[in-house]
């Protein structure tokens, strides 16, 4: 399976980006997806996540209540809109991908085994 991370840029705080993560090679269903993301100097830390064939979502405190994580199957794509954006949401953002039956929010990042090359999120103030 390959992961096409897209959508980043460069906008202005509080303005909002939509990423996309596109799966091919295999099909969404088969995967729950997690976005990631690393600034310079930081570790990589999660963001959100959607599960495998269930509608179960999750969010890290910083992301919930801004960012939406979706999917849509007819297009093996899974989005995560992006609101309010501050300057501190400045990193690269990947998408990754594990078959698990889990519910996501229980997937450490370290499992997650397949990932995308990422895409450049920068806000500015």
């Known amino acids: 399976v390959q992961l096409q991370a897209s959508g980043g840029g460069l906008v202005q705080a509080g303005e909002s980006l939509k990423l996309s993560c596109t799966v091919s090679?295999?099909?969404?269903?088969?995967?729950?997806i997690g976005w990631f993301r690393q600034a310079p100097g930081k570790e990589r830390e999660g963001v959100s996540c959607?599960?495998?064939?269930?509608?179960?979502?999750y969010y890290v405190d910083f992301a919930r209540g801004r960012f939406t994580i979706s999917r849509d199957y007819a297009k093996n794509t899974v989005y995560l809109q992006m609101n309010s954006l501050k300057p501190e949401d400045t990193a690269v953002y990947y998408c990754?991908?594990?078959?698990?039956?889990?519910?996501?929010?229980?997937?450490?990042?370290?499992?997650?085994?397949?990932w995308g090359q990422g895409t450049q999120v920068t806000v500015s103030s």
């Open positions: 990754a991908a594990r078959d698990s039956k889990l519910n996501c929010r229980l997937l450490p990042k370290d499992i997650y085994d397949n």
């Open positions: 959607i599960s495998k064939g269930r509608d179960n979502t």
């Open positions: 090679g295999s099909t969404l269903d088969s995967y729950a």
